[in-house]
């Protein structure tokens, strides 16, 4: 898969991720930690942070899904990384002079998350129509294994980086990313997009971004995954606040130990995330959703044993690793499951559907397990969702079993040791 030459475009795409994503992951929680470090908020305002701020993002990006399906993908991609620089600068700015509020995250909040789905639609429309079918699974995988990279290099830098120089210095390292991604793009150089999905009208009988939603739901090789999707993303992600109440604040776990729990795991990522061609290619794609997606959902459970000390940090990490490792496997073979099976004129509706549906979807779950926590206890809220998540394979059952497509070779090649690994968000 590391082998597979993909284009000019693509690595220029692939390394403006790269850049955008080591950056987003230097900033990993920054949001919280500030909440918690220097507003000294609760529970209950940790969780209601992310909640609000994705349940308004993804109403606010609604509209935009069909906006970007008839628009060249370049222009807004490279939009919507310089309005995410500007958002995020205004937060240094503020604490400098003293005046930064709840209210201002929020905002800020708002603006990243609507520009982070308009930004996924655009890039994944753009994707599809800069590589071909068979090399999607490469394409994805390149993504994802990127994505692990900057998880593992980014939370203990931007750790160290915090502990040392400050709460914001990891939201200026996030901005400025986002400002190199747009040179990155716009460095791919004008090029002709399908006529399906850029410069075009839009069609009669069109109803937006719920085509979209109809498409999936209509479609039975995607609704059991959309489904799925929504319900585990929201279940591990509701977790997350109350992850970082437990360890920064009841057990006393410093920064830059927090950020290694979760970074060190990601190893299993770079790893995951290499072995999903593969073994799409030996066992067949059905089979690698469905244990893939089984072997996800069952490390989380064990949160709720989470102490202080070493042990603690073992035991996160360990969470952490196989869920990691697992979902590393499983999301680039969704990912490339979904374009594959998306009508090429509705990729920007679908993909837009796709986020704003489990965005919403974990701004519910991460308010109501913010007050669950607040009523009882972070622990107590960790043990519920790892239990719900239980029996969310149930939902891949109904996946029906797809002939083998020519995604990858019949033998998985083997990376080229001239090839540098690259990029991601």
Known sequence: MAGRRLGRRFGWL???????????????????????????????????????????AALVAV?????????????????????????????????????????????VSVVVGACDITFGAASGAYVKSIVAREDLLAANGRFESTTWMSIVLGPPLGGLAVATLGPMVTVVADALSYALSALGIRAIGRDDEPSGTAGGAHRAGDTGLLDGWRFILRNPLLRPLFINNIFVSTLIMATGPLLAVLMLG??????????????????????GSRLSAPLVARFGRHRVLMTAGTVRVLPPIGLVFVGPGLPGLALVMAVETALITSSAVFSPVMATHRLDHTDP??????????????????????????????????????????ALLLP??????????????PETPPTPELPRSSEKAGAGR
């Open 14 to 56: 692939w390394s403006a991720y790269a850049v955008s994503t080591l950056g987003t992951w230097l900033a990993f929680n920054a949001f919280t930690v500030i909440l918690i470090r220097v507003l000294h908020a609760g529970p209950a305002e940790v969780s209601a942070l992310p909640a609000a701020g994705t349940a308004v």
């Open 63 to 107: 509209p935009l899904g069909p906006w970007i399906e008839f628009r060249r993908k370049r222009p807004v991609m490279m939009a919507m990384d310089l309005i995410r620089c500007v958002a995020l600068m205004t937060l240094p700015v503020a604490y400098g002079f003293g005046v930064l509020s709840f209210a201002q995250l929020l905002v």
């Open 250 to 271: 009841r057990l006393g776990f410093p920064p830059w130990q927090y950020g290694l729990a979760f970074a060190v795991p990601c190893v299993g990522g770079l790893i």
């Open 345 to 386: 004129t509705r990729v920007a509706r679908v993909l837009s559907a796709w986020s704003v549906s489990t965005k919403a979807g974990i701004a519910v779950g991460t308010a109501l397990w913010g007050v669950l926590a607040a009523v009882t206890s972070p622990t107590y809220g960790l043990g519920l969702a790892g």
């Open 392 to 405: 969310t394979p149930l939902m891949l059952l109904r996946t029906p079993r797809t002939p083998r497509t």
